[in-house]
């Protein structure tokens, strides 16, 4: 026998009562035999039971495998879609991770490229001992001498502060405070640091108030980030 399932058995035997039954209620004209044939036939699923003995063991068998292939079918389609859902899981977490390595380092390598234009730059810029001494300096010859004494990328931050403080007046004096020249220094006489001639050389109050900006706050852009905030630096 081929594999089938227990009511596919079951249903198989009841056809076959039904036709003996049938043969044999013609034949003997009883009606009462001729329906309970007809009523097997009709809805009657035949219990394991009533199958003969020697065929039982069978009907359990192939049962019993196509129940194991069934559940061997959903297994296996359970774990494809889990290797699927793992696999895309993987590739979005890879996919996220290059980006933000490449992120990461196009970032770095953008950092890298600013610090060596300004490392260029702050070459390129003169001392203050560079620039001749005068009795006197109008604000267009301070601001030239700041503009080659300060990295290009961090003059307009640079430039910002000097108008809050002073409007670029190398001479200016707060007469409350005492702090004096273009940055306010106070008291003025640390910029003593930069130069002795601190009080009328705009070149050494430009170095000293550059030194200062880098020094503690790391750059003249972080500097105006922070006077903004606070008004003062």
């Not at 980006?99 to 390598?109: D, F, G, N, S």
């Not at 130069?195 to 430009?206: F, H, K, R, V, Y």
Request: hydrophobic share 40%; aromatic share 8%.
């Amino acid at each position: 026998m081929s594999r089938i399932s227990v009511r596919g058995f079951a249903v198989a035997s009841a056809t076959a009562v039904t036709a003996v039954g049938s043969v044999v209620g013609v034949a003997s004209g009883s009606t009462a035999q001729n329906n309970d044939a007809e009523a097997t036939a009709t809805g009657a699923t035949t219990l394991l039971a009533d199958i003969p003995a020697g065929q039982q063991a069978e009907v359990q068998t192939a049962s019993l495998t196509q129940q194991a292939e069934t559940m061997a079918i959903a297994a296996d389609t359970s774990a494809k879609k889990e290797a699927e859902e793992a696999a895309r899981k993987a590739a979005a977490e890879t996919a996220v991770a290059k980006k933000e390595a490449a992120e990461k380092a196009a970032k770095a390598a953008k950092e890298a490229e600013e610090r060596k234009k300004e490392e260029e730059a702050a070459s390129r810029s003169k001392d203050a001992s560079a620039f001749a001494v005068q009795s006197s300096y109008t604000v267009a010859q301070i601001q030239a001498m700041a503009r080659q004494m300060v990295p290009a990328g961090q003059f307009q931050c640079f430039s910002n502060i000097v108008d809050h403080e002073s409007s670029w007046n190398y001479k200016a004096v707060n007469p409350s405070s005492g702090a004096y020249g273009l940055f306010q220094a106070l008291p003025g006489s640390k910029m003593a640091s930069a130069g002795s001639d601190w009080q009328t050389n705009p070149a050494t109050q430009i170095k000293w108030g550059l030194n200062y900006m880098n020094e503690r706050y790391g750059s003249p852009c972080e500097a105006w980030s922070f006077w903004q905030a606070n008004h003062w630096y």
